[in-house]
Nanobody, 122 residues
Framework: QVQLVESGGGLVQAGGSLRLSCTAA????????VGWFRQLPGKEREFLAA????????SYADSVKGRFTVSRDNAKNTVYLQMNMLKPEDTAGYYC???????????????WGQGTQVTVSS
């Protein structure tokens, strides 16, 4: 069982930056691909970015490409999502997920964190 914990969310002004972290308890995260998603209440979960287990391959949704960067430090058992040039429409709950396949499909990820809230004020 992999327990994921997100941190780093908060309130930021439009144009600002936040860095989210995703850590794992119980098992190493270094052998899993990790995806980042966000969701608003009543809305479908939206793929943002994913990184393979070595960190050599990343992918992004068009909505965040050029603004968000996913990276990982396997020595620290942590995956990051650097978010720059934040917009009010980025406001949502942000979730990390771990799985065996690098993909944008949420159903392919087996383990999920509880999420961290990001609020961007205008």
């Amino acid at each position: 069982q992999v327990q994921l914990v997100e941190s780093g969310g908060g309130l930021v002004q439009a144009g600002g930056s936040l860095r989210l972290s995703c850590t794992a308890a119980g098992r190493t995260l270094s052998t899993y691909a990790v995806g980042w998603f966000r969701q608003l209440p009543g809305k479908e979960r939206e793929f943002l970015a994913a990184i393979n287990w070595t960190g050599s391959y990343t992918s992004y949704a068009d909505s965040v490409k050029g603004r968000f960067t996913v990276s990982r430090d396997n020595a620290k058992n942590t995956v990051y999502l650097q978010m720059n040039m934040l917009k009010p429409e980025d406001t949502a709950g942000y979730y990390c997920a771990a799985g065996t396949v690098h993909t944008s499909r949420s159903e392919a990820y087996r383990y999920w964190g509880q999420g961290t809230q990001v609020t961007v004020s205008s």
